[in-house]
């Protein structure tokens, strides 16, 4: 049973652990008034009639805080990647100069800023609602582990164990967010 209680507790802390990656990845995409890759990965450029990436189709970088710059691969998918971005609605207008796809990424406005830092924290909530799913997910099989035999001092341990990660995850969710909310807000 202890080594039943023990997988749950890992299974548990995976599942948090993933959490925390999408939350940090979905940080990277809220933009904070300094251009960044990550703010076009998730554009699908019409590839030959196929959905792609765009970061599969060209390079991206940053040659400095304000400029997106996109490098295509072929030089026919300077077009498509100009349209996708402009049809992502992400608030950029990009240009080319016939081997670059350019976005001068524009300072933000304070009002701007505050529906930053609101999109944060709702992606930093449904974070930690996942992370309180694992939590009842665990305390769940806990309990099913009671039905079969746990004993009730060794299922207590259990529940402090999830609970113990649960707040730890937590914590850490909350320092990501303060550290983005900071970010953005600096001007």
């Excluded at 023990?6 to 939350?23: G, R, V, Y």
């Excluded at 406005?109 to 930093?124: C, F, G, I, M, N």
């Excluded at 079969?148 to 969710?173: C, H, P, R, S, Y």
Aim: glycine residues 4%.
């Amino acid at each position: 049973m202890k080594e039943e209680l023990e997988m749950i507790t890992s299974l548990a802390e995976e599942q948090m652990n993933k959490t925390i990656d999408h939350a940090q990845s979905e940080l990277q995409k809220i933009r904070a008034g300094k251009a960044n890759p990550a703010m076009v990965e998730g554009v699908m450029v019409d590839y030959y009639g196929v959905e792609t990436p765009l970061n599969q189709v060209a390079n991206i970088n940053t040659p400095d805080a304000h400029t997106i710059a996109i490098q295509p691969w072929e030089k026919a998918m300077i077009e498509p990647i100009e349209l996708a971005i402009t049809a992502a609605n992400l608030g950029f207008n990009p240009s080319n100069d016939g081997h670059f796809v350019r976005i001068s990424v524009p300072p933000l406005t304070e009002e701007r800023r505050v529906d930053l830092v609101k999109q944060a924290k709702s992606e930093t909530e449904n974070c930690k609602v996942s992370i309180r799913n694992c939590r009842r997910d665990a305390n769940d099989e806990i309990k099913r582990l009671m039905k079969d035999g746990l004993g009730e001092d060794a299922a207590k341990d259990g529940e402090a164990m999830v609970q113990e990660l649960t707040n730890k995850f937590i914590a850490e969710i909350d320092s990501r967010l303060e550290v983005k909310e900071k970010e953005i807000l600096t001007i």
